[in-house]
């Protein structure tokens, strides 16, 4: 049971190149996020899903698509690059206790993103 | 969005010491979890706890969600203790949506 996996681990772009970032759960979790943590900013929420075939935008979504084609897998691209966008990246995922919508986090490893 | 305020910024401690690091939240919230972050990065959940105690070996955690805060305690601290404490919380209206504070660096010397 590997939880939450993210590829690639680090990974250096130059300005406006594309990129994929692959989140993968084997915890037949429900809910989906990418998050972006930036130095003194704590975690930022880029954008999730509540379930297969469904996205949302959160609080920086900007520059970000996403796409949730299979329950297991969540996808983060970056169409063009840009120096603002270095930074780690945290995939996680929940599941909901009960009907609360509690929703408790299992983050995966991180990946580090340098755009040059 | 929901503001969310964690203090100390920075919390330096000798291994044994106790520690107290509060979050502050500025709306009613369904749902509340504490993390740590360890030097290596991994996020790890400590608690999830929107209201009430809990207590999990040396930490435990209380959320006073009518006066919209939470404590993090750590007793006995250790050098394993050392990271950045994280809380989260999300309003009962935003589905998913969790917000972050921007932490507490906790460094514990031997």
């Known amino acids: 049971n590997a939880g939450v996996t993210q590829t690639p681990k680090f990974r250096v772009l130059k300005t406006g190149q594309s990129m994929t970032l692959l989140c993968a759960q084997d915890?037949?979790?429900?809910?989906m996020y990418w998050y972006r943590q930036d130095p003194g900013m704590g975690l930022r929420l880029i954008h999730y899903?509540?379930?297969?075939?469904?996205?949302a935008k959160g609080e920086v979504p900007d520059g970000y698509n996403v796409s949730r084609l299979k329950k297991q897998n969540f996808l983060l691209g970056l169409e063009s690059a840009a120096p603002s966008q270095t930074s780690v990246y945290f995939c996680?995922?929940?599941?909901?206790?009960?009907?609360?919508?509690?929703?408790?986090?299992?983050f995966g490893a991180g990946s580090r993103l340098t755009v040059l | 969005g929901i503001q969310v305020e964690q203090s100390p910024p920075d919390l330096i401690l000798q291994e044994g010491a106790n520690s107290t690091l509060r979050c502050n939240f500025s709306?009613?919230?369904?749902?509340l979890q504490w993390f740590h972050q360890n030097p290596w990065g991994q996020l790890i959940n400590l608690f999830y706890?929107?209201?009430g105690t809990k207590q999990n070996g040396r930490l435990s955690a209380t959320t006073v969600a009518t006066e919209r805060y939470s404590l993090l305690y750590i007793s006995s601290s250790q050098t394993t203790d050392s990271g950045v404490y994280f809380c989260?919380?999300?309003?009962?209206?935003?589905?998913?949506?969790?917000?972050f504070g921007r932490g507490t660096q906790l460094t514990v010397w031997p």
């Open positions: 899903s509540v379930g297969e075939g469904t996205t």
């Open positions: 709306d009613s919230v369904n749902n």
């Open positions: 706890i929107p209201s």
């Open positions: 989260a919380v999300k309003k009962g209206s935003t589905l998913g949506r969790l917000y």
């Open positions: 915890m037949n979790h429900e809910y």
């Open positions: 996680a995922s929940s599941y909901s206790l009960g009907g609360s919508g509690a929703n408790v986090l299992t």
